[in-house]
């Protein structure tokens, strides 16, 4: 059911003026007692008790603040909100809102009255815990890191817009302009961050295809052939030199023959020949042999085909599935075993290491508290990197960041040690994704997934009898 609040308007200083309706504020279905108390705390601004607000985890009722004569009703904030917080243990509920100038005063079931007394530009009303008294005043701090106030109100302090910031710790009722090759999103601090700073990058192992020729034959004669056509003959020598050269390669190749007696000097042409042929091909087999396996290899040391490998690739998509034996491969134990760490590049953010925790959560139990293993702020003081050992791979993970901090930005970085078993070898994790949304900050409550994929490469020896080669 749709819960309507009419906002009247009567001229009071002419008797028989009547109630006009200036605007209609309409509410939540799901919100409880909607308008149980109502104050008006001047021409234009109302305040509007909510008795009970599911889905609240810092506090179920609430009182909101309008602008009437926007048009629309424009909510301009609520109370209590990310910075005006309620000193209780449990939860109270809003009997009653009373207003008179410069103080409201919010009535609660806990026997605790609220006096939030209205805070000049650059400051706002700040409740402290006081339990000595039921009756609890508010006192006025400075607006926080990239938030500004220029009104004189009870309300809080309300964020810096895009490319403007604060850098806190004096009155602020205005946002500085920030550079504009700067990364400078809502709620900035200051204006010396830029995303290069944080890339982003995938852990790729580059595989070749199959080569186009994979006859030995026909690789050994094209590269016979590039090698005997790659050489360049020297123009720089003279005629003289030229001629007495000729005469002694004739004596030469007369006297260097295998196949004819040697009549002619274009026999000996004959057995350098082959002796090169057989060197090549000798030279050639070693550095062929040489490049399986592919993950143990090197380039290939020739001038004609430096992507010349001796490989050929097949992929399959499935499960792990046990040898002949029974036994599953041990590459797959120890990616199930690897030990994953995960850091949180946190951009744009003035918290401190012990505003920030980490906990497991677990469907119908209990959360457990994780431990961080590194804290580290940078030299900047506004930007911090957190990490975390993972119990486990699949698991649901929470960081909470407490108190009235804003995210401008946030990397994720996974990464986990290699490691090498006689024949199998785990590869190093080493992946990191930054997350960001242009001229906004992160949300109250952000969530991700992690897909974890484990890619296996099976290579199997040239020699019978050793032990296939497993990388993952």
Known sequence: ?????????????????????????????????????????????????????????????????????SGIGIRLFIFPNQQQTLPMRRSPLFLNIIYWPGQSSVLTDQSRMFAIRSAPPGFYSNITEDRSFSITISDQSYCLYGTFKNDFSAGPCFICPPQAKNSGNRPSNHCESCSSDVFCPMGSIDDTVTLNLYPSYTQTFPYRDTPDTSNYDNLLCCNHFCRMVGYDIDKKIGSDQIKHRHRMAKGCLKRIYIINEGEQWVDGLFSPSIIVAFVFAFWFAVQYVKLYPIEASSEFSSK?????????????????????????WPIFNMLRQQPITRTFDLVKIKADCPNISFKQNHAG????????????????????????????????????VSGPYFIGACRLYLRGPGHKNNNSRLQTLHACQLFWTRNQTLSRSASLSVLWIKAVNQSKLLTIGELTQFDG
């Open 1 to 69: 059911m749709t819960k309507n609040i009419f906002v009247l308007n009567r001229n009071i200083n002419d008797a028989n003026s009547a109630f006009n309706t200036t605007q209609i504020i309409t509410g939540s279905p799901s919100d409880v007692g909607v308008g149980r108390s109502v104050a008006c705390i001047n021409d234009r601004t109302v305040a509007i008790n909510v008795f009970d607000v599911l889905n609240r985890s810092w506090s179920r009722p609430e009182v909101r603040i309008y602008d009437f004569y």
């Open 304 to 328: 004609c085909d430096s992507d010349l490998h001796n490989s050929l690739f097949d992929n399959a998509f499935q499960l792990p599935l046990p040898d002949s034996s029974g036994k599953l």
């Open 365 to 400: 139990a209990r959360y457990i508290h994780i431990s961080m293993s590194n804290c580290i702020i940078q030299p900047d003081n506004i930007n911090q990197s957190v990490s975390v050992v993972l119990p486990q791979h699949e698991m649901a993970l929470q960081m909470n």
